[in-house]
């Protein structure tokens, strides 16, 4: 059974840091690329991040590049998305999700196949 258990959320000021976390399980993780989505209660879900199966190639919505940055650990089954500059609108349930494709990386919610629970994200303004 595959599991993506995402942690880290939680309220921060505007202009503030978080980690986000996220740990496989039930996979070949190296063999998955790896992003994150966010949404909004009423919205559709965003792609906010991505990187290769690889490590090699990331790709970031332009509403975050330059303050967020994705990276994994496939000794730890671990992907990580280090937000700064944190702005009310990136106030978000933050997902964590699995592509099984060694081609490029999916930038739209059909392309993945596993998630995780989502954890929240607030920034006060």
């Known amino acids: 059974q595959v599991q993506l258990i995402e942690s880290g959320g939680g309220l921060v000021q505007a202009g503030g840091s978080l980690r986000l976390s996220c740990v496989a399980s039930g996979l070949t993780f190296s063999r998955y690329n790896m992003a994150w989505f966010r949404q909004d209660p009423g919205k559709e879900r965003q792609f906010v991040a991505g990187i290769s199966w690889s490590g090699m190639s990331t790709f970031y919505s332009p509403s975050v590049e330059g303050r967020f940055t994705i990276s994994r650990d496939d000794a730890k089954s671990a992907v990580y998305l280090e937000m700064n500059s944190l702005k009310a609108d990136d106030t978000a349930d933050y997902y964590c999700?699995?592509?099984?494709?060694?081609?490029?990386?999916?930038?739209?919610?059909?392309?993945?196949?596993?998630w995780g629970q989502g954890t929240q994200v607030t920034v006060s303004s």
């Open positions: 999700t699995a592509e099984n494709d060694l081609d490029a990386i999916g930038m739209t919610p059909q392309s993945y196949d596993y």
